[in-house]
């Protein structure tokens, strides 16, 4: 993710833990917003951020389902990049897709929140939780708002999940998609999912072997806010 200077992260901290309240957030998805499993069911979903498994040890705003939610352009792109692994006896699994506004605000409050013991051994042991987003792997302004950013990675049918060398949301430097503190295997299942997400337009990060953001995507400079949930895609008009 992009880095912050320091400044900033701490003016975004203040705003999101002082700020009065705004309007009511929205409830209804875009209509270029499709449920990844309605156009690439092949594709596994480990939607972490809609369950305590993950590095703030609780639910996350906005996460009402365990469902990913993309801009049609990007699922389908993830679908073509999922189709070319299956060639090679691979697969994809995605961690996070869409992320709400109210997440990243979730974020902010828990990162200028204590440590915890037991999410900073697991997620982050050394990198303490208020330089994460200085150090780039959390973000204030966060790509996923946008829809077109997946959290990513291999799986090997029957097998299951691929050893990429870290877990998801590791926070450190061994989840650099070159780092050296992995081991060649490791480094070369990375080069394999990055390459079958950058052959369909995807670009990565320079901090994370998992998140990537579709190239072209529809909405560059919007934000959005409403639920995880697939009555997001009812609400709007001709949802189903």
Same mark, same amino acid.
């Given at each position: 993710?992009?880095?912050?200077?320091?400044?900033?992260?701490?003016?975004?901290?203040?705003?999101?833990?002082?700020?009065?309240? =705004?309007?009511?957030?929205? +409830?209804?998805?875009?209509?270029?917003?499709?449920?990844? #499993?309605?156009?690439?069911?092949?594709?596994?979903? #480990?939607?972490? $951020?809609?369950?305590?498994?993950?590095?703030?040890?609780?639910?996350?705003?906005?996460?009402?389902?365990?469902?990913?939610?993309?801009?049609?352009?990007?699922?389908?792109?993830? +679908?073509?990049?999922?189709?070319?692994?299956?060639? +090679?006896? $691979?697969?994809?699994?995605?961690?996070?897709?869409?992320?709400?506004?109210?997440?990243?605000?979730?974020?902010?409050?828990?990162?200028?929140?204590?440590?915890?013991?037991?999410?900073?051994?697991?997620?982050?042991?050394?990198?303490?939780?208020?330089?994460?987003?200085?150090?780039? $792997?959390?973000?204030?302004?966060?790509?996923?708002?946008?829809?077109?950013?997946?959290?990513?990675?291999?799986?090997?049918?029957?097998?299951?999940?691929?050893?990429?060398?870290?877990?998801?949301?590791?926070?450190?430097?061994?989840?650099?998609?070159?780092?050296?503190?992995?081991?060649?295997?490791?480094? #070369?299942?990375?080069?394999?999912?990055?390459?079958?997400?950058?052959?369909?337009?995807?670009?990565?990060?320079?901090?994370?072997?998992?998140?990537?953001?579709? =190239?072209?995507?529809?909405?560059?400079?919007?934000?959005?806010?409403?639920?995880?949930?697939?009555?997001?895609?009812?609400?709007?008009? =001709?949802?189903?």
């Amino acid at each position: 993710m992009r880095r912050l200077p320091l400044a900033a992260v701490s003016a975004g901290l203040v705003c999101a833990l002082s700020a009065s309240p =705004g309007p009511p957030p929205a +409830r209804a998805a875009p209509p270029e917003f499709v449920a990844l #499993e309605d156009v690439a069911p092949g594709i596994g979903q #480990e939607m972490r $951020y809609a369950s305590r498994d993950n590095f703030t040890g609780e639910r996350v705003d906005g996460y009402r389902e365990p469902v990913c939610l993309l801009t049609r352009e990007a699922a389908v792109a993830l +679908r073509r990049a999922h189709r070319a692994l299956a060639q +090679r006896g $691979y697969g994809l699994r995605v961690f996070d897709c869409y992320r709400p506004r109210r997440a990243v605000q979730h974020f902010l409050r828990w990162a200028a929140g204590p440590e915890t013991a037991r999410t900073r051994e697991e997620f982050h042991p050394r990198v303490p939780k208020d330089r994460l987003f200085e150090e780039g $792997y959390l973000a204030a302004r966060s790509a996923h708002s946008r829809g077109s950013t997946v959290d990513v990675t291999l799986v090997r049918p029957p097998h299951g999940a691929v050893d990429m060398g870290t877990p998801f949301d590791f926070f450190d430097p061994a989840s650099a998609p070159d780092s050296p503190e992995v081991g060649a295997a490791q480094r #070369e299942a990375r080069q394999l999912l990055r390459s079958a997400l950058v052959a369909e337009g995807f670009v990565p990060v320079p901090t994370e072997w998992w998140h990537f953001t579709y =190239g072209p995507e529809p909405f560059p400079d919007t934000s959005f806010d409403f639920p995880v949930s697939r009555d997001a895609l009812r609400r709007r008009p =001709g949802g189903r």
